[in-house]
């Protein structure tokens, strides 16, 4: 079946660095992805999406590129601020099928 | 303001005393779906619904029921819980009956069964 893997953190990383955290995928048809973001007590939020191949989707200094030819969709940031310390989720959504999550990145950004 | 809104957002309780989450969006989302969040584990869809009276089973429906009487409401019943039934919930809704992926959340409701 679909499934997601996504890096093992948590992260942490000072403040104006850059980030990745790496998201790879199994589909059998073509998906969508996603990555959602969890700040603490919260909800998750969806924060970007591709629905094809080379989409490239960008939210809030985001952006993830579907790469179809390496089955990946990973997250990166310029530049990362305190306030982007959360839990990170990619996702995956065949049509028809349930979202996949992988089982979430904390990232913590330290002044 | 657009939300999906659960209750309650803390309980603790004891073995085999049913208890009901509810879960309510303003939205006039089609889907809603129930996940459970897990150390290690991610998130595992428990139940969803693609419209009124339509409810489906997820990964994890064991222990678990819901009803979808009305369009706004997704309640999460626990007729008997269990210890292994400790976990943060959260409902979700979408747009469209089937699911696209992009799901609005609620804040979660973190359960403790003694």
């Known amino acids: 079946g679909d499934s997601v893997t996504q890096m093992e953190g948590p992260v942490t990383l000072s403040e104006e660095a850059f980030l990745t955290i790496n998201c790879t995928y199994t589909?059998?048809?073509?998906?969508?992805l996603f990555w959602y973001v969890q700040y603490p007590g919260e909800g998750l939020q969806l924060l970007l999406k591709?629905?094809?191949?080379?989409d490239k989707g960008s939210n809030k200094g985001f952006e993830a590129t579907y790469r179809k030819e390496t089955t990946s969709f990973h997250l990166e940031k310029g530049s990362v601020q305190v306030s982007d310390s959360a839990v990170y989720f990619c996702?995956?959504?065949?049509?028809?099928?349930?979202?996949?999550f992988g089982k979430g990145t904390r990232l913590s950004v330290i002044a | 303001e657009a939300q999906v809104t659960q209750n309650p957002r803390y309980l603790i309780t004891v073995t085999g005393k049913k208890l009901t989450v509810t879960c309510s969006q303003n939205?006039?989302?089609?889907?809603m779906s129930w996940y459970r969040q897990d150390p290690g584990l991610g998130l595992r869809q428990i139940y969803y619904?693609?419209?009124?009276?339509?409810?489906d089973k997820g990964d994890v429906p064991e222990g678990y029921k819901v009803s979808r009487k009305e369009k706004r409401n997704f309640p999460l019943i626990l007729e008997s819980p269990s210890p292994n039934q400790t976990s943060l919930y959260f409902c979700?809704?979408?747009?469209?009956?089937?699911?696209?992926?992009?799901?609005?959340f609620g804040e979660g409701s973190r359960l403790t069964v003694l």
């Open positions: 979700a809704s979408s747009p469209r009956r089937q699911n696209t992926g992009e799901l609005f």
């Open positions: 589909a059998t048809g073509y998906p969508s």
């Open positions: 591709a629905t094809k191949a080379d």
């Open positions: 996702a995956l959504s065949d049509p028809g099928t349930p979202l996949v």
């Open positions: 939205m006039n989302h089609e889907y």
């Open positions: 619904s693609m419209n009124v009276e339509v409810t």
